[in-house]
Every structure is written in structure tokens, then in C-alpha cells.
């Protein structure tokens, strides 16, 4: 049986380089479209990072979380309860910061990163 381009809907190939230092491989190809060699690859919302081992991009998931701050901050801000606002904060923004840390294996110095993110966040909104 024969898989075609149309089956699988495959909009952009990319294989995940697992060391920057590689040779250089022949261009390879599916269904005429050429597999692209990435540095970084989006998989169920982490962004993968090339590396000998494995790691993961913090920043992505930090301005997912600041844009999402920014959005529910400046929309209730104006209510003057930081009560409401933290509960807002907490329901809505800390999911982008905190999804899937807990099997990441984080580096101490990505938890503190993350740690640092919400604390700016809960001083932002208690005027600290």
C-alpha cells in the first residue's frame, strides 16, 4: 500500500537534529517535498531544543504565559480586586507556564526562571 501526501496531511516534514555538529546528510524527501533539519520542534505545545540531551525552550513557554498575563491583566485591571485578578491569573496564565514542567525534568535553573516569572507576576498585580 502506497502512503500518499494527501493521507497523512503533512504540511511541513522536519526531522529533530539530536547534535548541532552533524556532517551534513543528503537532502532528504517525502513525496517530493525536502525534509527540513530544525534546531527546535513544537511537539503537543513544548518546544524541543537540539542538544545532547534533552532540553527544553523556557522562553517559549514564558511569552505564552506573559501573553496571556498581559490579555487578563488589562482587561480587569480596572476592577481594582486583586483578589478576582490573581483567581483570573491563576486559572487562565499558569497553565502556559506550567504545562507538562512536572516530566520535563527541569534544570534548577529553569525552575528558578519559572519561579521568578510567577512571583513578577503575582508583585505586578499586588502592586509589590
Known amino acids: 500500500m502506497q502512503v500518499g501526501h494527501e493521507l497523512l496531511k503533512v504540511r511541513r516534514p522536519m526531522t529533530y537534529m539530536t547534535h548541532p555538529k552533524n556532517d551534513p546528510y543528503d537532502p532528504l524527501t517525502y513525496c517530493l517535498l525536502r525534509i527540513a533539519f530544525v534546531e527546535k520542534a513544537k511537539y503537543l505545545g513544548v518546544m524541543l531544543e537540539i542538544g545532547r540531551s534533552f532540553s527544553v525552550d ?38 502556559h507556564l506550567l504545562y507538562c514542567t512536572e516530566c520535563l525534568g527541569l534544570s534548577v535553573t529553569q525552575l528558578r526562571s519559572i519561579e521568578r516569572t510567577w512571583q513578577c507576576a503575582i508583585s505586578h498585580i499586588l502592586h509589590i
Open 58 to 95: 523556557i522562553h517559549y513557554m514564558k511569552s505564552n504565559f506573559y501573553c496571556s498575563f498581559n490579555s487578563v491583566f488589562h482587561r480587569v485591571a480596572r476592577f481594582q480586586n486583586e483578589i478576582v485578578v490573581l483567581q483570573l491569573v491563576t486559572s487562565f496564565c499558569q497553565p
